[in-house]
């Protein structure tokens, strides 16, 4: 019996995936029916026109009537979204770097609000209440400055100590559902939000939704400032969106624990709160796909390398410049802080494309007499030199224009923009000129396929994986935050792919040239030959 091959382990494991997902996201909006009286549990409100929102602010996270300021009360009217600018006043303690507290209570409506009248209204046993901090201890953001012109930003020491900073933006949510719940089969996460009166029935729901805060959205407070501006965001929240945005909470809950850092599950609340829930499913799935489509091009990619003895039709130029970009986009990366979901793929393949280098150039390392030493393979045959030339002749025209490209690029980014230390400046100078140049040194390979008019000692099935991947990151390049160079590098390599599958096409297969398992077509048929006799 003939075991199924990883790639098809792997694609049956993300169709599953895919499936038992699809079918968990989809019963969140389904919420559970209670028919008759008993064992249900019943609305407290039928309408939603007799209710108003207070807002208050307090600089400890319990609520007292001593340091509490009025924020904002309005109306709430059904299906009604709201989006206004209030200036909270900053309590001395917040001024002071301390904390600020956010607190919303949804009370019965009244003609007129006085201090007295609001803080019974407040003790009403009807009255739904959610509270959450609204300020974060964080490091400022580095100041950049001319390397040239300016000088250095002082107080840098003193810039290492993390300050208050507040969200400059809030958005909170009223669940005002009407249909009876069960009383046993509420679910959990819906059930330790609900409050109910002293008839037993339950209140409308109030929700913070923190998943709507970006790191972008926090303002540092300057102690000389009493009166903060925020824009407070209000809207109706369906049973089923509830359920789903506390459970993405509940997951960056887990993925602080597990110890990612804010601005990991930062760029995550990026892809779930600033989509409609169409393109978050759409987004969710291309996710999927491009995990697999990765896994499997970099399968192929090692599989191809591992087998490989000779660079025959393969340009060693190319290999040495995709490891060298690698490493200098990674280093880019982890200076830009970006998230992790771009982080660790650049990691990963560049440790893939430094392996590739030390199979194209036949390097080991041999211990002699307890110390290291690099050992360089045999010499090149003819099929190899031949390869070789086209590869040299490539490089040399495309030094003409690349050179002067990229320093002329570095001249100017020093005295025409601002950068945080010389190692920015000269790790965003290499970096403008593999990102802007880049796709120049995948050229030579299109050369040695013109040359020698043959595709066929590319990688293919390892190749395809990486240009469905490419065009997949051209989705991602609007949805994950990351460095604008970045996301045009996701651009460009469309058009050469698009040129290499037309090579692809131009160039039929010739069976006499070997594949990228180092065996020619003619052999694999004498082989098939065999194993029919």
């Keep these: 019996m003939k075991l199924p091959s990883l790639t098809v382990v792997a694609s049956g494991i993300f169709i599953a995936y895919i499936a038992h997902s699809v079918w968990t996201i989809g019963s969140l909006y389904f919420p559970p029916t209670c028919t008759g009286k008993k064992n249900c549990v019943f609305p407290h409100l039928k309408s939603s026109n007799s209710l108003q929102m ?9 609520f007292s009537y001593s340091d509490t300021v009025l924020v904002d009360q309005f109306d709430i009217e059904p299906e ?30 009244t003609q007129k609000w006085n201090s007295d009248e609001w803080a019974s209204a407040l003790q009403d046993p009807t009255t739904s209440y959610a509270a959450t901090a609204i300020s974060v201890y964080q490091i400022p953001v580095q100041e950049s400055f001319n390397l040239l012109r300016d000088n250095e930003p002082h107080g840098k020491e003193k810039k290492e100590k993390p300050i208050t900073h507040i969200y400059s933006k ?9 249909d009876s719940l069960p009383r046993n089969e509420i679910p959990p996460d819906i059930a330790q939000v609900l409050s109910y009166s002293p008839k037993g029935e339950y209140l409308p729901v109030v929700y913070i939704d923190l998943l709507g805060c970006r790191l972008e959205d926090l303002v540092p407070v300057n102690q000389s400032v009493k009166d903060f501006p925020v824009t407070l965001s209000y809207s109706p929240i369906s049973f089923g969106k509830l359920r789903l945005w506390m459970q993405f909470s509940a997951a960056m809950f887990t993925l602080r624990q597990m110890g990612f850092t804010e601005k990991d599950i930062d760029e995550l ?9 169409v393109l978050l499913c759409v987004t969710f799935v291309v996710a999927a796909l491009h995990m697999l489509f990765d896994f499997l091009a970099f399968k192929n990619d090692i599989y191809f390398w591992r087998d490989r003895d000779n660079m025959v039709g393969l340009s060693s130029r190319t290999l040495l410049w995709r490891a060298f970009s690698q490493f200098v986009i990674f280093l880019y990366l982890v200076d830009e802080n970006t998230s992790l979901l771009v982080v660790i793929p650049a990691a990963v ?53 690349l050179y002067p490209l990229c320093l002329g690029g570095a001249i100017y980014s ?49 190749f395809m994986y990486k240009a469905f ?47 990228e398992f180092g065996a020619t077509g003619e052999e694999e048929v004498v082989e098939e030959n065999k194993k029919d006799k």
């Design 414 to 462: 020093l005295f025409y923009t601002s950068h945080r230390s010389w190692y920015s400046w000269g790790l965003q100078s290499l970096v403008n000129g593999v990102y802007a140049f880049g796709f120049l040194f995948m050229l030579p390979q299109l050369f040695v396929n013109y040359k020698l008019k043959s595709v066929a000692h590319l990688p293919w099935r390892a």
């Design 80 to 109: 009604v979204t709201l989006t206004k600018t209030v200036n909270i006043p900053l309590p001395f303690k917040t001024r002071r770097n301390g904390t600020l507290f956010f607190h919303a209570f949804l009370a019965k409506k």
């Design 269 to 277: 609340k990026g892809i779930f709160a600033d989509t409609n829930i």
């Design 170 to 178: 809030l958005i909170f949510n009223i669940l005002d559902h009407r």
């Design 469 to 515: 991947n490419t065009f997949i990151d051209d989705i991602f390049a609007f949805i994950i935050t990351m460095p604008t160079a970045h996301r045009v590098a996701c651009f460009r390599d469309d058009a050469v792919f698009l040129v290499y599958l037309y090579q692809r096409w131009l160039y039929p297969v010739d069976k006499k040239r070997v594949n």
């Design 349 to 401: 393949g560049t440790l893939i494309e430094v392996w590739k280098v030390t199979k194209a150039f036949r390097i080991t390392l041999e211990w002699n007499n307890g110390l290291p030493r690099l050992n360089f393979g045999q010499s090149l045959n003819q099929e190899e030199a031949e390869t070789e030339q086209y590869d040299s002749l490539s490089m040399k025209y495309l030094s003409y224009v």
């Design 54 to 62: 207070l807002l208050f602010v307090t600089p400890t996270e319990r």
